[in-house]
């Protein structure tokens, strides 16, 4: 039995319009009004935040584990623990992101997440798994154990599509052997399909776009640039999904990966709504230095955290991150984007890249009851999942819905 809930709050953004001193009432795990008129929250339990920012829970396309757990652990255990821990960040769904890992042994992890079916009811919703890997470009990986990659063949990819019912994105290099192939292929059992990890010229980022291709992943992050081919001058990965419209794109906006000029670039070439901001956080989010392994605890590689930043063993790259998605929203605020955009970047846009603006992304009656309520400093003091409160700074509030 659900109590109906209201959450009254000094602004709240849909995020397309701002409403001051508003009211959204959750009743059934969805979102049942929003606006200014507190008739209609007589029945409710009101929580007030009369100081407080509403806004429309975060989407976190891209992130692999937080508070000592990997996704890629692959036990019901590790997929509850992260999703609980992000929900702190103000993440309210999110794509389960696997790292390159034997073939086996992720299929025993899409194994696990099918028996699941979102047992977590005190954490972030998962929308589907993201496989980033198998089919990646070796000289590319970055932080992918190269023994695990691996090019994409025909038997391979049929028996990666026997899971397309929980598989709801994969990273690929289109210019791996078989890789415009894999994307096809993907793609037309609708998989969203993600360059990534590539050095793919323009003319193979065309083939795969003519197929499917319509996402990049952490752009500018292990994407090949412009480069000669003989006298000429050819357009890298990086360039080709700049230019191509119908390609969305993520960031990692944790102030490291990549430098703010390099973000206003992606803005002015994509625009918000062809943007989503990520985490790709690792097991170490929330956790104290140390060593830590990125993909699962058996197969994967030692990262090093030193002042909460991950980085390789040779500490030559970084290593995903330590960041949740309200880390990224206050990073894209404080270099001059204004909030309304930002939100779009954290909700809406990943939403419609999974094609679920109809449900998800927006503050707006008959939607899922997500939602983050900040403070003036951007932190995080309530966070709604489905109409239940999952997080919150005042304890009492936790569990109602």
């Known amino acids: 039995s659900y109590v109906v809930l209201a959450i009254k709050a000094g602004?709240?953004?849909?995020?397309?319009?701002?409403?001051?001193?508003?009211?959204?009432?959750?009743?059934?795990?969805?979102?049942?009004?929003?606006?200014?008129?507190?008739?209609?929250?007589?029945?409710?339990?009101?929580?007030?935040?009369?100081?407080?920012?509403?806004?429309?829970?975060?989407?976190?396309?891209?992130?692999?584990?937080?508070?000592?757990?990997?996704?890629?652990?692959?036990?019901?255990?590790a997929f509850n623990e992260v999703c609980k821990y992000h929900v702190r960040g103000g993440t309210t769904s999110l794509l389960a992101t696997i790292l390159s890992s034997p073939v086996d042994y992720t299929f025993k992890v899409l194994e696990t997440f099918r028996k699941l079916s979102n047992a977590s009811k005190d954490g972030a919703e998962i929308l589907g798994l993201h496989l980033e890997g198998p089919f990646l470009n070796p000289e590319m990986r970055g932080a992918h154990p190269v023994e695990f990659l691996q090019t994409p063949s025909e038997e391979l990819i049929e028996s990666f599509l026997e899971y397309a019912d929980v598989i709801r994105r994969v990273t690929i290099a289109p210019e791996v052997s078989g890789g415009v192939e894999a994307v096809k292929a993907f793609s037309s059992r609708n998989v969203v399909v993600s360059i990534g990890h590539s050095n793919a010229p323009y003319d193979v980022v065309v083939k795969a776009y003519d197929v499917g291709l319509r996402h990049t992943t952490h752009l500018y992050n292990a994407l090949g640039v412009s480069f000669k081919r003989g006298p000429y001058r050819i357009p890298g990965a990086l360039e080709s999904v700049l230019v191509l419209d119908g390609v969305m794109a993520e960031i990692i906006a944790d102030g490291r990966h990549v430098h703010p000029t390099l973000i206003r670039l992606a803005v002015k070439t994509k625009g918000f709504r062809r943007l989503c901001l990520v985490t790709d956080a690792m097991r170490a989010a929330g956790m104290p230095d140390g060593i830590y392994r990125l993909g699962s605890n058996v197969y994967g590689s030692e990262a090093v955290v030193k002042d909460g930043i991950s980085y390789t063993r040779d500490m030559r790259s970084f290593a995903s991150t330590t960041i949740s998605m309200i880390d990224a929203v206050r990073f894209m605020k404080s270099i001059g984007y204004p909030m309304k955009k930002v939100l779009l970047m954290a909700s809406s846009i990943p939403a419609k890249l999974l094609g679920i603006s109809n449900r998800k992304g927006f503050i707006a009656s008959g939607f899922d009851g997500d939602l983050v309520v900040l403070d003036r400093k951007l932190r995080v003091l309530l966070t709604v999942v489905r109409g239940r409160v999952v997080y919150a700074e005042n304890k009492d509030y936790i569990g109602l819905s």
């Open 11 to 77: 602004r709240i953004y849909t995020p397309n319009t701002l409403i001051r001193n508003g009211i959204v009432v959750l009743k059934n795990g969805k979102i049942s009004y929003v606006g200014d008129d507190f008739e209609k929250s007589k029945d409710a339990t009101v929580l007030r935040f009369n100081d407080g920012i509403c806004v429309p829970g975060f989407i976190d396309v891209h992130v692999h584990g937080g508070g000592g757990y990997d996704f890629a652990d692959g036990s019901v255990e």
